[in-house]
């Protein structure tokens, strides 16, 4: 794997990729590269969660890097790696086997915010922005930006995002809906790990069906959508599940409330917006 990012497991079943790319972590095709095998990587060591984040100050991602996008059109002959690697980062991102979370700290503009729409969850830092500045360019993102971004909050905002180029705030997001946790920006690392490693304590036939659920049946009819369900619901029933159920219901049948019966924080146990 490249110097570009680096792979280590902060928890148990959590993958960190750290994208390294400064000075302002510009999405290269040498880096997205990169990244594509880091997703491997982590994939392969059996993490159920893979958090993308950055140590370079400022920037999560600031965009594509355009010598290389201006390369693959005026010069397709000097390019060294695939043209579609946006693509399948992207679709790896969201689609994969792995809860994927973007955790920006900084600035996650063009590229940068595709790469965050493409996650499953987003955590983000109180000063950190989103921007999507193809319009400026003269261009439409070409890494499934317009897509996901219209069905995470809607078209009306999408289309303040993408036609007047100009940022959003992680706050703002947040109260979208888009952005899922926001944290001070001190503890924005650990608090995404954190909130990573007790996802990844749920079973991981449970977490595939879940995450199949909601990306599948988005753009289906309600019939197929609830058979689509119903078939992923009875896929998770298995020995596994049923003692995880009898222990569940165990605790409430010794007092416990429902918090307790789940193993689940409390609000105002831990620092979550």
Not at 153 to 179: I, K, Y
Request: proline share 5%.
């Amino acid at each position: 794997m490249a110097d570009l990012v680096h792979l280590s497991q902060p928890a148990d079943g959590v993958g960190l990729l750290l994208i390294d790319n400064p000075p302002k972590n510009f999405g290269s095709y040498e880096l997205l590269d990169a990244m594509f095998e880091g997703v491997g990587a982590a994939r392969r060591a059996g993490n159920r969660v893979l958090v993308i984040a950055s140590d370079v100050p400022g920037y999560l991602m600031a965009h594509a890097y355009l010598p290389d996008v201006l390369d693959a059109y005026e010069h397709p002959d000097r390019v060294q790696y695939d043209p579609r690697l946006w693509r399948r980062l992207t679709d790896e991102l969201e689609q994969g086997p792995m809860v994927t979370i973007s955790c920006n700290h900084a600035q996650a503009w063009g590229g940068g915010a595709e790469i965050s729409w493409a996650c499953n969850l987003r955590t983000a830092g109180e000063s950190a922005t989103y921007a999507q500045i193809e319009s400026i360019l003269g261009v439409i993102p070409g890494g499934g930006g317009t897509v996901r971004f219209a069905r995470l909050c809607g078209q009306s905002v999408a289309m303040e995002l993408f036609l007047s180029g100009e940022p959003m705030t992680a706050p703002h997001l947040h109260r979208l809906g888009v952005v899922n946790r926001l944290y001070p920006d001190a503890d924005l690392r650990s608090a995404t790990i954190d909130w990573a490693a007790r996802i990844a304590t749920r079973p991981h036939r449970a977490l595939l069906a879940n995450k199949r659920g909601i990306l599948q049946t988005w753009d289906l009819g309600v019939e197929a959508a609830t058979r689509l369900e119903n078939h992923l619901f009875n896929s998770t029933m298995r020995s596994e599940t049923i003692e995880i159920m009898r222990h569940v219901q165990a605790r409430y049948d010794q007092g416990a409330d429902s918090w307790d019966a789940y193993d689940l924080p409390r609000p105002g146990e831990e620092a979550v917006s």
